[in-house]
């Protein structure tokens, strides 16, 4: 049986991503920031951690707690990442908002990538492949949301992580591309859903007419972690509802 790390694993993309490699029959190792009492995921086959991506001690605790599960991981997913708790102009963004977001959606991701890349690297080749690494970005990685800088700077961050690692990995066997979400139904956009309410469905902000799900954004993980696409790496995907389409 596979084994696959997932971080954010009690949010919304990542409790739907949790599911989807449980329903294929993976083991899944998840890590969260909440108390094990907000951990509802009752299938033998997962595991949770409580940690801080941002923290260099949990992210290798996180690692150790995974391979205890079958001395071996097949995928991981970086979906772990965190806004600014207030939004600000970029002009009065704050150093203290600057690191905490960044030390967490980018340090924190490409430290724990550096981490399980090291383990991957000593698997077994299947078809040419060791393991996979998805990691979470965002359409903020190349959109300005100039009330939230530190965000799309530490997006933009991942999506070159995703870049650098692929580069490194592709010679070991390990595929390491991203999914870019556009506006998914989370927490995270719970507190802005009638802005855009409006721009979904009455600016004709996006081409497909609704709002994003978590499960998207799980269906295209598990896609580019269970073997279908062996000779891609380094990719952009964007689940956006075509938000990325140039439009006049």
């Known amino acids: 049986m596979k084994t696959a790390m ?40 997962f595991t949770y951690y409580q940690g801080d991506l941002g923290n260099a001690e949990s992210r290798k605790t996180f690692l150790l707690k995974a391979l205890e599960r079958t001395g ?29 977001v960044m ?3 980018t340090k924190g991701t490409m430290f724990l990538s550096q981490l399980v890349a090291k383990s991957m690297i000593g698997n ?8 996979y690494i998805c990691n979470i970005s965002s359409m903020s990685a190349y959109t300005s949301s100039i009330s939230r800088g530190e965000y799309c700077i530490s997006k933009a961050g ?16 390990i595929m390491v591309n991203e999914i870019r979400p556009g506006i998914i139904r989370t927490g995270m956009t719970a507190t802005v859903k009638a802005k855009y309410d409006k721009l979904i469905f009455e600016d004709g902000l996006l081409p497909i007419k609704r709002w994003g799900e978590p499960e998207d954004i799980a269906s295209a993980v598990y896609t580019l972690c269970s073997g279908a696409l062996p000779y891609v790496t380094g990719q952009s995907v964007d689940v956006d509802g075509g938000f990325h389409i140039q439009r006049l």
Do not use: H, Q, Y
């Open 103 to 105: 030390g967490v959606n």
């Open 158 to 173: 991942v999506s070159m992580i995703t870049k650098l690692f692929a580069d490194r990995l592709a010679p070991e066997g």
């Open 6 to 45: 997932i971080t954010g694993c009690l949010g919304g993309i990542g409790k739907a991503t949790v599911k989807r490699f449980l329903d294929e029959g993976w083991n899944v190792v998840g890590m969260d920031v909440v108390g094990a009492e907000k951990n509802d995921v009752t299938d033998i086959n």
């Open 124 to 131: 077994e080749s299947e078809n040419g492949v060791r393991g």
């Open 72 to 100: 071996r991981i097949d995928a991981l997913v970086n979906v772990a990442g965190v806004a600014p708790r207030v939004r600000n102009d970029i002009l009065e963004m704050t150093e203290e908002s600057f690191d905490f």
